[in-house]
């Protein structure tokens, strides 16, 4: 086991999503049809390549997985992926690709290039379930997301009434809205479990800078706004447009979370690097 | 000649189409003005989803008086002060142009849904309203019995209707884009009429449920007991749609029968389920305004035309085949017509030179004739009939045949009439012989004159 092999795996899934971010954008451009086949049949290629990128890479490293921020990204858009491949062939949404294999391939490269490998300071046993249950609402949020940007498409397609171009590449209206649901039922208890653990650790750990508190109300702000968008759709029957506009906010303030975590552990790396502690 | 005034989905959009657009209850009403229009010889009414238009007779040398009184009783029927407003949305043809226009739309191929087959039923409505007002008689009649004739041509010898693109497949086609699978969907459709028979077998194998909402219940019950689908009374439309996913709606309502109010309370009881109008009826069904409501949309007829014209693409072979078709039962009645300009000066001809014979043959059988009996006299008779017969044989062929072929047999008709000193009718270009004894056949055309070319 040796650190080329993590960079061959590295570099194998990122040309695999990368090709299949290709033929998604050919298959919506309308370049080739034939494209919609074979691109979420890479992102499949692309899981297994990055569990084993994943996994490698923590054994040369010497650091668990879901201990930190930057392996956790990396799993994220992994398992985010793998939902999508499990997800499409029931929900008929091959098509929601489109937006899940930039978002892996993006976090994988972000998993790399940002931040470092290594592990907070403060260590603590409830980390690993906030780590994973964290990462496993984000895989899930991703693509709640990804629906949701799928739906508001064609859902202003519709109103527009252009049934032309991407309108016929994109899924359908409502088996889009009905995916988006089930992924943010699914998530968010994840989340729950995520800002509950969060919450015990910080006070474990005594966390109570500026930056902590901030990224903390931001994860409740996130928590919040999925919560509300169950809540509505299920009592005032808020759904479609609304339900999406809400996902998608709720998802930005999950990557306002994330992008903390990565500012810190980048201002952290950069402090060490000039001979900081 | 033959001349179409009128306004298609090519042309105007829904909301002028529907303007126009007359029912079979008022079209006696509108044909029994149009033929009472002197400038107007012949006239029919053609009011569909997708085109109103008149195709009518115009007075030799009265085209432009046939146009301006189809376009003011256009506007009159559509409550349109001034017809000039309408000029944007209308289309004018004329002769040859306005003879193709009408094969083709019976023939199906200006059809928003080409090969639909429901056009060529509306054009035979309108074809028999006409008839029964007597407003359709001799040319425009042989013209529209033509059209009929190619467009069963082009039904039999293409695949054009074969899978066509129909209304209802199209709608089908926008509700899997909108739900995806449609089997877990109800479906409603309000109005029993052919429309929604067709997006009922369109409709009855894929969605979970087929609802009929009609405003006579029982021809919903009839429809309804065919398709497998159960009938829902008209009063109860509102609470329906709490239940419905997709509504095809085709009423021959005049005013619509679905409003914003009512599909808002609709969407509060349906907990914001998305809910998908298809309306493809002319006057429209649904306000335009329910489109603006969330998770609702409505498509009207001008907005399936795009789906459409995917299927036309698809079966270009087909269209061409078509046209094909048409294009030669349009060349034989056109060589019928200019048949019929050349028609006068035959008439004229032999009516002359029965004339002259016969007056010839009386004189000589008054004079040194006058011994033979009258079985010799017959035989004089039948003789002078088949002398005349042969003479005229070949210039008649030749004259009928230059005309079917040619568009400029009119000169050669002049010369006939020149030689022959045949007087024309003034003002109409028609020939006429000197009456006479014995030869009182008038200017109407044989049997013969009146088969058309083959």
């Given at each position: 086991?040796?650190l080329?092999?993590?960079?061959?795996l590295?570099g194998a899934t990122a040309?695999?999503?990368l090709?299949a971010?290709?033929?998604f954008?050919?298959?919506?451009l309308?370049?080739?049809e034939?494209?919609?086949?074979?691109?979420?049949?890479?992102?499949?290629v692309?899981?297994?390549?990055?569990?084993?990128?994943?996994?490698?890479?923590s054994?040369?490293?010497?650091?668990?997985?879901?201990?930190?921020?930057?392996?956790?990204?990396?799993?994220?858009?992994?398992v985010?992926?793998?939902?999508?491949?499990?997800?499409?062939?029931?929900?008929?949404?091959d098509?929601v690709g489109?937006f899940?294999?930039p978002?892996?391939?993006t976090f994988?490269?972000a998993?790399?290039?940002?931040?470092?490998a290594?592990?907070?300071?403060?260590?603590?046993?409830?980390l690993?379930f906030?780590?994973?249950?964290?990462?496993l609402?984000?895989?899930?949020?991703?693509?709640?997301?990804?629906?949701?940007?799928?739906y508001?498409?064609q859902?202003?397609?519709?109103?527009?009434k252009?049934?032309?171009?991407?309108?016929?590449?994109?899924?359908?209206?409502d088996?889009?809205d009905r995916?988006?649901?089930r992924f943010?039922?699914a998530?968010?208890?994840?989340?729950?479990i995520?800002v509950l653990t969060?919450t015990l650790?910080a006070?474990?750990?005594?966390?109570?800078?500026?930056?902590?508190?901030a990224r903390a109300a931001?994860g409740y702000v996130?928590?919040?706004?999925?919560?509300?968008v169950?809540?509505l759709?299920?009592?005032a029957?808020?759904r479609?447009?609304?339900a999406?506009y809400g996902?998608i906010?709720?998802?930005?303030f999950?990557v306002?979370?994330?992008l903390?975590y990565?500012?810190r552990?980048?201002a952290?790396g950069?402090?060490?690097?000039m001979?900081?502690? | 000649?033959i001349l179409v005034?009128?306004l298609s989905?090519?042309?105007?959009p829904v909301?002028?189409?529907?303007r126009?657009?007359?029912g079979?209850?008022?079209l006696p009403?509108?044909?029994?003005?149009?033929?009472?229009r002197s400038?107007l010889?012949?006239?029919?009414?053609?009011?569909?989803?997708?085109?109103?238009?008149v195709?009518a007779?115009?007075?030799k040398?009265?085209?432009d008086?046939?146009?301006?009184?189809?376009r003011?009783?256009?506007?009159?029927q559509?409550?349109?002060?001034?017809?000039?407003?309408l000029?944007?949305?209308?289309?004018e043809?004329?002769g040859?142009e306005?003879?193709t226009?009408?094969?083709?739309?019976?023939?199906?191929?200006?059809?928003m849904?080409l090969g639909?087959?429901?056009?060529?039923?509306q054009?035979?409505?309108a074809?028999d309203?006409?008839?029964?007002?007597?407003?359709l008689k001799?040319?425009?009649?042989?013209?529209i019995?033509?059209?009929?004739g190619?467009a069963?041509?082009?039904?039999?010898?293409?695949?054009?209707g074969?899978?066509?693109?129909?209304?209802s497949?199209?709608a089908?086609?926008?509700?899997?884009?909108?739900?995806g699978?449609?089997n877990?969907?109800?479906v409603m459709l309000?109005?029993?009429g052919?429309?929604?028979?067709?997006a009922?077998?369109?409709?009855?194998?894929?969605?979970?449920?087929?609802?009929?909402?009609?405003?006579?219940?029982d021809r919903?019950a009839?429809l309804a007991g065919?398709?497998h689908?159960s009938?829902?009374?008209?009063e109860?439309?509102e609470?329906e749609?709490?239940?419905?996913?997709?509504?095809?709606?085709?009423?021959?309502?005049?005013?619509?029968?679905v409003?914003?109010?009512?599909v808002?309370?609709?969407?509060?009881?349906?907990r914001?389920r998305?809910?998908?109008?298809?309306?493809i009826a002319?006057?429209?069904?649904?306000e335009?305004?329910?489109h603006?409501?969330?998770?609702v949309?409505v498509?009207?007829?001008?907005d399936?035309?795009?789906?459409?014209?995917r299927?036309?693409?698809?079966?270009q072979?087909?269209?061409?085949?078509?046209e094909?078709?048409v294009?030669?039962e349009?060349a034989?009645?056109l060589?019928?017509?200019?048949g019929?300009?050349v028609?006068?000066?035959?008439?004229?001809?032999r009516v002359k030179?029965?004339a002259v014979l016969?007056?010839?043959?009386?004189?000589?059988?008054?004079?040194?004739?006058k011994h033979l009996?009258?079985?010799?006299?017959a035989?004089l008779?039948?003789?002078?009939e088949s002398?005349?017969n042969k003479?005229?044989?070949?210039?008649?062929t030749n004259?009928?045949?230059?005309a079917?072929?040619?568009?400029?047999a009119g000169?050669?008709?002049?010369?006939?009439?020149?030689?022959?000193?045949?007087?024309?009718?003034?003002?109409t270009?028609e020939?006429?012989?000197p009456?006479?004894?014995g030869a009182?056949?008038?200017?109407?055309?044989?049997?013969d004159?009146?088969?058309l070319?083959?």
């Amino acid at each position: 086991m040796n650190l080329l092999l993590a960079d061959i795996l590295f570099g194998a899934t990122a040309a695999v999503y990368l090709a299949a971010c290709v033929l998604f954008a050919a298959f919506l451009l309308g370049r080739a049809e034939r494209a919609a086949r074979w691109a979420p049949r890479l992102v499949a290629v692309g899981v297994p390549l990055h569990a084993a990128q994943i996994v490698v890479a923590s054994l040369v490293l010497h650091v668990c997985p879901v201990a930190g921020i930057h392996f956790s990204m990396s799993i994220a858009s992994m398992v985010a992926a793998a939902a999508y491949v499990l997800a499409r062939a029931r929900f008929r949404i091959d098509v929601v690709g489109a937006f899940v294999a930039p978002l892996a391939l993006t976090f994988l490269l972000a998993s790399r290039f940002v931040g470092s490998a290594d592990v907070p300071r403060f260590r603590s046993a409830i980390l690993p379930f906030h780590v994973a249950a964290n990462l496993l609402g984000v895989a899930l949020f991703t693509l709640a997301f990804a629906t949701a940007v799928a739906y508001l498409v064609q859902e202003r397609r519709l109103k527009q009434k252009k049934l032309e171009g991407i309108f016929q590449r994109l899924p359908a209206l409502d088996a889009l809205d009905r995916a988006e649901h089930r992924f943010l039922v699914a998530g968010f208890p994840l989340l729950t479990i995520g800002v509950l653990t969060g919450t015990l650790w910080a006070r474990e750990v005594e966390a109570g800078g500026a930056a902590e508190i901030a990224r903390a109300a931001l994860g409740y702000v996130s928590w919040v706004l999925f919560g509300l968008v169950l809540l509505l759709r299920a009592a005032a029957g808020w759904r479609g447009r609304r339900a999406a506009y809400g996902t998608i906010a709720g998802f930005g303030f999950t990557v306002l979370v994330l992008l903390f975590y990565l500012v810190r552990d980048a201002a952290a790396g950069a402090s060490v690097a000039m001979g900081g502690p | 000649m033959i001349l179409v005034v009128g306004l298609s989905h090519r042309t105007a959009p829904v909301e002028v189409r529907e303007r126009l657009s007359v029912g079979a209850d008022v079209l006696p009403a509108v044909l029994a003005r149009l033929a009472s229009r002197s400038e107007l010889l012949e006239a029919m009414f053609l009011s569909t989803c997708n085109r109103v238009e008149v195709v009518a007779l115009a007075r030799k040398g009265g085209l432009d008086a046939a146009c301006t009184a189809i376009r003011e009783e256009l506007a009159r029927q559509g409550g349109v002060s001034d017809p000039a407003d309408l000029k944007p949305y209308l289309y004018e043809k004329q002769g040859d142009e306005a003879v193709t226009h009408v094969f083709r739309v019976a023939a199906s191929l200006d059809s928003m849904v080409l090969g639909e087959p429901q056009i060529l039923g509306q054009v035979k409505q309108a074809y028999d309203a006409a008839v029964d007002v007597g407003s359709l008689k001799g040319t425009l009649g042989r013209c529209i019995s033509r059209a009929f004739g190619a467009a069963k041509r082009v039904r039999t010898e293409t695949a054009i209707g074969a899978g066509s693109v129909s209304i209802s497949s199209v709608a089908v086609d926008l509700a899997r884009h909108v739900f995806g699978d449609l089997n877990e969907r109800v479906v409603m459709l309000l109005g029993a009429g052919e429309m929604a028979e067709a997006a009922a077998r369109s409709l009855r194998k894929d969605a979970r449920a087929l609802l009929i909402c009609n405003r006579s219940f029982d021809r919903a019950a009839a429809l309804a007991g065919e398709m497998h689908a159960s009938a829902v009374p008209w009063e109860g439309l509102e609470q329906e749609l709490a239940a419905a996913d997709v509504v095809v709606a085709s009423t021959a309502s005049r005013t619509p029968v679905v409003s914003r109010d009512m599909v808002k309370r609709a969407m509060r009881a349906r907990r914001g389920r998305t809910l998908l109008f298809v309306d493809i009826a002319v006057p429209r069904n649904i306000e335009p305004e329910v489109h603006r409501i969330d998770n609702v949309y409505v498509f009207n007829v001008d907005d399936l035309e795009q789906e459409v014209v995917r299927g036309l693409k698809a079966r270009q072979g087909e269209v061409e085949a078509a046209e094909k078709i048409v294009g030669d039962e349009l060349a034989q009645f056109l060589a019928w017509t200019r048949g019929l300009e050349v028609q006068p000066t035959v008439v004229a001809m032999r009516v002359k030179a029965r004339a002259v014979l016969f007056a010839e043959l009386e004189r000589s059988l008054a004079g040194r004739l006058k011994h033979l009996t009258d079985g010799d006299r017959a035989a004089l008779t039948q003789m002078m009939e088949s002398a005349v017969n042969k003479l005229l044989h070949a210039p008649t062929t030749n004259l009928k045949a230059r005309a079917a072929e040619h568009e400029d047999a009119g000169e050669l008709a002049a010369a006939v009439r020149f030689l022959f000193d045949l007087q024309e009718i003034a003002g109409t270009g028609e020939a006429r012989a000197p009456e006479v004894p014995g030869a009182a056949t008038g200017n109407r055309p044989s049997d013969d004159d009146e088969r058309l070319p083959n």
